[in-house]
């Protein structure tokens, strides 16, 4: 235990004389979780609509107008052609072209009936989706509002969908954003750190002095571990205080069950970052190794995209990683209130994560080679 | 027994591929200052490692203060100290940081084993506060030693400690050792500097990862068959190769601005007709004069005559 306590305060020492290392780690969470959430944003606005109005009617004009007031679509050109709208989505200044045909007024008022062509650039497909779903809508609307000019009150019977957001009532992408982002931090501090400070001391030459003196192994990992969990736990605090008063966030969970978890995930990733060390020689490949897979467990968790919708395989892939389970905890925790006994399932796995990666890591690093 | 022994010792790298250490046997009694002296890759890391637990030995076996280095790797960790040929403290800590810190690992403090390192501590002592990467090589250097002698060891080995440092550094470092020698402490030391192997009791020379001989420095030039002349002429290039080309002669190799020619052990001793034989070739201002030999000169000739790996290349 003595030796331990040594071992840390070696640690610490290091940890605050390193001051890059320091500023990045208190600096850029605070830096991510200011900035992304204001920037990433899932909301789609100004979509650029090019009208081609073979009509010029007064219905064509109405229609028009009810687009260019919705507030989601910004007109950027009324083109004399079809051709021509569409060289404007190739120029990649309009991102949807309406097209009202000829002779639009007189057979909806005749035959009752018209077709409207919508061509979407379907580049990026969350907007192309949006954008056309949310045109279909205003013409609807518009159907709607001409049809009841026409026949007087005797109204169809219609089936109106209301729906309300719970737990996020105004759909606000922060509070969806905010939370996975803090665990994005805790995954950064606690895999890359650990992975590169092994594989320092291995570059240094230190690690050598280490292993011909009678410290165990087990002194030498907790030496190593306990340090960046607390730092961890540290830059947690941080996040959960800038979500706080910044984004107006407040757990509505216990902030306990919270801290539970997130310090359970943090041994597992810390656990992990050893095993990277352990088999790493250099710092470059330790960096390398340890992105690889951090990137995999991101983009794989559910942090930007829903795991619902993923196919069944990439779905046994993302349970396969710690961060799935932390995100889709801290986003029940903070947002619904969830307890202890709502994530206890999450809890188990994240720690026989901890638990396997450490053993491996500890089985692995050898004092002899 | 011996503080160290080492029996029929091999150690290959790459899967077998490449030896690094041939059937490596000797003995280091207690208390000796002994030296591995030898060129880069002849082997003397991989031998140190061997002994201080951090490398297994593909076979034989090896003992240091009678643990096996095999089965009793705990006992050796807590009583061998070790300075590896690299520069390996933390750079981001302090003199004193760094000392205590080895301290507290062998669970003991720098007050209780003071007097063993006074002598070298009193010379950094002024730097304590500065970060150990802020030091001079030579400050680099006693501070490692410092720190593999503060848990006070039975024995102590130093690779290469006089590597990259000063000549004046190098004679003090030989110096201390001499003195820390005096303490009982057993030291195994290696470097690839002929001149530093007189400081040693006894010295094993090595070389691709064989030993050449092994006896205490004064008996290994004892040893050295033949006479030794070092000639100098005006045209030394063309002397080099003539020369080589001397019946007479077992060896010729440059040495500094002398060339030197090692005669068969059966020659009479006739520089006369060395003379003569350099004077029909036309040179001008040669200069004979017989020498004793140097350790350098033995380490070059075991290597000539060693069979197949052995290249001539300590030529300096």
Redesign the interface.
């Known amino acids: 235990m003595?030796?331990l306590f040594?071992l840390l305060r070696?640690e610490f020492?290091?940890i605050f004389?390193?001051k890059s290392i320091l500023a990045v780690i208190f600096i850029l969470p605070s830096i991510q979780l200011v900035i992304m959430p204001q920037a990433a944003n899932y909301d789609v606005k100004n979509i650029n609509l090019a009208v081609v109005d073979n009509d010029h009617s007064s219905y064509s004009r109405r229609l028009i107008a009810k687009v260019g007031s919705s507030g989601y679509f910004r007109i950027v050109a009324a083109s004399p052609s079809f051709k021509q709208g569409l060289r404007l989505v190739e120029a990649n200044t309009a991102d949807l072209v309406l097209e009202i045909p000829a002779g639009f007024e007189r057979n909806l008022v005749r035959e009752g009936s018209q077709q409207l062509s919508l061509a979407v650039d379907a580049i990026n497909g969350t907007r192309a989706g949006l954008g056309g779903a949310y045109l279909t809508r205003i013409i609807g609307d518009f159907n709607q509002a001409v049809r009841l000019e026409w026949q007087s009150p005797a109204p169809a019977a219609a089936i109106d969908v209301t729906s309300s957001n719970w737990y996020n009532p105004l759909g606000e992408y922060r509070f969806f954003m905010v939370p996975a982002i803090l665990v994005l931090l805790l995954t950064m501090v606690g895999g890359f750190l650990t992975a590169l400070n092994i594989v320092r001391e291995k570059e240094?030459?230190?690690i050598?002095?280490?292993?011909?003196?009678?410290?165990r192994k087990w002194q030498f990992i907790l030496g190593k571990l306990i340090p960046f969990w607390v730092l961890g736990m540290v830059v947690f605090t941080i996040g959960l205080t800038i979500a706080r008063v910044l984004y107006g966030i407040i757990p509505v969970g216990s902030i306990p069950v919270l801290y539970l978890f997130a310090g359970v995930y943090l041994v597992a990733l810390l656990g992990f970052g050893l095993l990277i060390s352990t088999y790493s020689e250099t710092q470059v490949q330790a960096m390398f190794v340890a992105f690889f897979f951090i990137m995999i467990f991101i983009l794989m968790s559910g942090l930007f995209t829903s795991l619902d919708s993923m196919p069944p395989w990439a779905r046994y892939i993302a349970y396969c990683s710690p961060v799935t389970h932390f995100i889709e905890v801290v986003r029940m925790i903070i947002l619904k209130g969830s307890s202890l006994r709502d994530v206890s399932h999450q809890l188990g796995y994240e720690a026989i994560f901890a638990v396997v990666l450490n053993t491996w890591a500890m089985l692995n690093y050898r004092?002899?080679? | 027994m011996g503080a160290v022994t080492l029996q029929n010792i091999r150690k290959t790298y790459e899967k077998g591929t490449v030896l690094a250490v041939d059937d490596v046997s000797f003995t280091v009694e207690p208390g000796e200052l002994f030296g591995l002296i030898g060129p880069d890759g002849a082997g003397k890391t991989s031998i140190f490692r061997i002994l201080?637990?951090?490398?297994?030995a593909d076979s034989g076996t090896a003992t240091v203060d009678g643990h096996d280095v095999r089965k009793d790797?705990?006992a050796i960790?807590?009583t061998?100290g070790?300075m590896?040929g690299?520069?390996?403290?933390?750079?981001?800590?302090t003199v004193e940081?760094n000392l205590s810190?080895?301290a507290?690992?062998?669970?003991t403090t720098i007050a209780a084993n003071y007097d063993l390192i006074k002598e070298i501590y009193e010379q950094i002592e002024p730097f304590k506060t500065r970060r150990a990467g802020q030091l001079s090589g030579g400050m680099k250097q006693k501070l490692a030693l410092c720190?593999a002698l503060i848990h006070k060891p039975t024995v102590l080995f130093l690779d290469e400690p006089t590597t990259g440092v000063d000549a004046v550094s190098r004679k003090e470092f030989w110096d201390m050792l001499g003195r820390l020698k005096q303490q009982g402490i057993t030291i195994l030391v290696s470097t690839p500097y002929m001149d530093e192997a007189t400081r040693c009791e006894r010295i094993a020379l090595m070389q691709s990862g064989k030993i050449l001989s092994i006896d205490t420095p004064a008996n290994i030039i004892k040893a050295y068959p033949g006479k030794l002349y070092a000639v100098k002429a005006d045209a030394m290039h063309p002397l080099l190769h003539h020369l080589r080309a001397y019946p007479a002669a077992r060896s010729s190799y440059a040495f500094g601005e002398f060339v030197h020619v090692a005669f068969w052990d059966d020659q009479a001793d006739d520089d006369e007709a060395l003379r003569q034989y350099l004077a029909g070739k036309k040179h001008t201002g040669i200069v004979i004069k017989p020498i004793t030999p140097s350790i350098e000169d033995r380490f070059i000739d075991l290597m000539t005559a060693a069979p197949a790996n052995a290249h001539a290349t300590a030529t300096r």
């Open positions: 003595r030796i040594f070696k020492r290091q004389r390193d240094i030459g230190t050598e002095q280490i292993n011909v003196s009678p410290i004092k002899t080679t | 201080t637990t951090l490398l297994l790797y705990r960790r807590s061998v070790y590896p690299k520069f390996s403290l933390y750079q981001d800590l940081e810190f080895f507290t690992l062998f669970e720190c």
